[in-house]
């Protein structure tokens, strides 16, 4: 969205240099308040326009829930405003995702959007380069060990309390040994396999993996019906967009996240 307001933006500014080379062959008192008039909103627009990617990219993008993943902290339909710079500056148009000045670091608990890995695309998706952002929440970073017993988080070996986390589904489903050993299971999961692992596998009990470094784990607070690390792998450190920061939309749930 970004790159498509900044050329916008510059197709516009051409336009208004164009109009400025051209402005002598408006002769008459019509054509000349004509031309003022669409001069006047296309210069307007380019220097809006660029305004508005130069914010999107660096600053606050606003963000629509997209699914339940997320339910009940967010609503499908939910509004929000998210923080770009907190993690970071990301230098505009390159792939590496390296980021400058940041004022904190992803931890978990954070609400995070970011920019589905392939993994978690279809087929079809991958073939027409189709991309598309996520909003998940980060629950360990590189160096931890992540395991689910029972519908039971455990990071590092100690359970953690989810009082945000839904589970509308009272069945267990239960654990599958899906690989012979931990390293092929570790392997797997890094390598975003077990995405086309049927849930029944992963759900419920999963791992234990580590996060490798320069990646985090992401989960969905709706776990029963999340799409998510469990399955499409650990996320990269480059693919990260941002912090949720202010639900804005519907009014009566405006709130800070």
Known sequence: MELKLFLAGCVLFVVAIIMQVLKKRFKTAKSQNIFKQVYSWVDTAWTALIMASFIMFFFIQAFQIPSGSMRNTLL????????KFIYGFKVPFTSSGKRYFAIK???PGDIVVFQCPPEALNTLEREQGIKKDYIK?????GGDKVEIKNK???INDVAL????VTLDDPNILKAFNLFSNSKDYQKSWENGKLASVPAVFIRDNFGPVTVPKGY???????RDFSFDSRFWGPLPDKDIKGKALFLYW????????
């Open 152 to 154: 039971q988080l455990f």
């Open 76 to 83: 499908e339909g939910d509004h929000l405003f998210v923080n």
């Open 105 to 107: 670091s992803i931890k």
């Open 137 to 141: 929440r980060c629950v360990a970073v």
């Open 216 to 222: 985090y784990m992401m989960l969905g607070d709706n």
């Open 250 to 257: 519907p009014i009566k749930r405006w709130r800070l996240i």
């Open 161 to 164: 309390d989810e009082p945000y």
